[in-house]
């Protein structure tokens, strides 16, 4: 699995891209990609394995899956080709999800037998719903772009271009709107979300509140405050 870290440039604010294998964040990286083309598990391989290998093999999968999930930092997957099956699982773990219209999603594995392995009985009807993720995966169905937009899979659906990467640049401009923000504030809003939404309204509050006390001595609070002091119009000035 392969992925594109996004940082500011030394001087500029443009984003550097560069490959790793490794999901994890390194120190100075602030924004996470992930290039969506994906059909699944290669069943090639899957069918030679004995029945003792398929369990430690899907639990890796869901292992890499999971540190994608909890990376602190925003992720993004871009869905230009096929997520199939482990691939839209690898997609869901993103914190935003964009397609092409022409691409194509879903959890197939009940057409093999088994169930989805890597996550996504939990994290489809946590994006969609309950009755509407079972719809999908009893049924096996794969969507396009506009049908996944729908039903909120995805939050962007392109027309593909010729260079056939629709979804990327989406993900660029997403990204460069996503940079400059304070990197600690980035870190603890999504955390603040993602537990959030796991407890009741009035623990969830209590997370904000603690979250939010993360902030409150960076020196990236102060400068942002200062920024925008300096940014307001005159008519505003003593208020």
């Given at each position: 699995?392969?992925?594109?870290?996004?940082?500011?440039?030394?001087?500029?604010?443009?984003?550097?891209?560069?490959?790793?294998?490794?999901v994890?964040a390194?120190?100075?990286?602030?924004?996470?990609?992930?290039?969506?083309?994906?059909?699944?598990?290669?069943?090639?391989?899957?069918?030679?394995?004995n029945?003792?290998?398929?369990?430690?093999?899907?639990?890796?999968?869901?292992?890499?899956?999971?540190?994608?999930?909890?990376?602190?930092?925003?992720?993004?997957?871009?869905i230009?080709?096929?997520?199939?099956?482990?691939?839209?699982?690898?997609?869901?773990?993103?914190?935003?999800?964009?397609?092409?219209?022409?691409?194509?999603?879903?959890?197939?594995?009940?057409?093999?037998?088994?169930?989805?392995?890597?996550?996504?009985?939990?994290?489809l009807?946590?994006?969609?719903?309950?009755?509407?993720?079972?719809?999908?995966?009893?049924?096996?169905?794969?969507?396009?772009?506009?049908?996944?937009?729908?039903?909120?899979?995805?939050?962007?659906?392109?027309?593909?271009?010729?260079?056939?990467?629709?979804?990327?640049?989406?993900?660029?401009?997403?990204?460069?709107?996503?940079l400059?923000?304070?990197p600690?504030?980035?870190?603890?809003?999504?955390?603040?979300?993602?537990?959030?939404?796991?407890?009741?309204?009035?623990?969830?509050?209590?997370?904000?509140?603690?979250?939010?006390?993360?902030?409150?001595?960076?020196?990236?609070?102060?400068?942002?405050?200062?920024?925008?002091?300096?940014?307001?119009?005159?008519?505003?000035?003593?208020?």
């Amino acid at each position: 699995m392969w992925a594109r870290g996004w940082a500011p440039v030394a001087g500029g604010s443009g984003p550097r891209r560069g490959y790793c294998s490794e999901v994890k964040a390194e120190d100075e990286l602030r924004l996470r990609y992930l290039e969506e083309e994906n059909r699944g598990a290669d069943l090639k391989e899957r069918v030679k394995m004995n029945p003792s290998e398929v369990g430690p093999f899907v639990s890796r999968i869901r292992t890499v899956i999971n540190e994608i999930a909890n990376l602190p930092v925003p992720t993004i997957a871009a869905i230009d080709g096929l997520a199939l099956g482990g691939g839209l699982e690898l997609a869901l773990a993103c914190d935003i999800r964009v397609a092409a219209s022409s691409a194509k999603m879903g959890l197939v594995e009940t057409k093999l037998a088994i169930i989805p392995g890597g996550g996504g009985t939990q994290r489809l009807p946590r994006a969609i719903g309950a009755s509407l993720a079972k719809e999908l995966i009893f049924s096996a169905r794969v969507l396009d772009g506009h049908e996944a937009k729908a039903v909120g899979l995805i939050s962007h659906v392109l027309e593909q271009n010729q260079e056939g990467d629709a979804a990327y640049r989406k993900a660029l401009d997403l990204a460069r709107e996503f940079l400059p923000q304070g990197p600690v504030a980035m870190r603890v809003a999504k955390l603040a979300i993602n537990q959030g939404m796991e407890v009741d309204l009035v623990t969830g509050l209590a997370i904000e509140e603690a979250c939010y006390a993360q902030t409150i001595s960076t020196k990236d609070r102060l400068e942002g405050l200062l920024a925008f002091k300096e940014k307001r119009s005159p008519r505003y000035k003593g208020e």
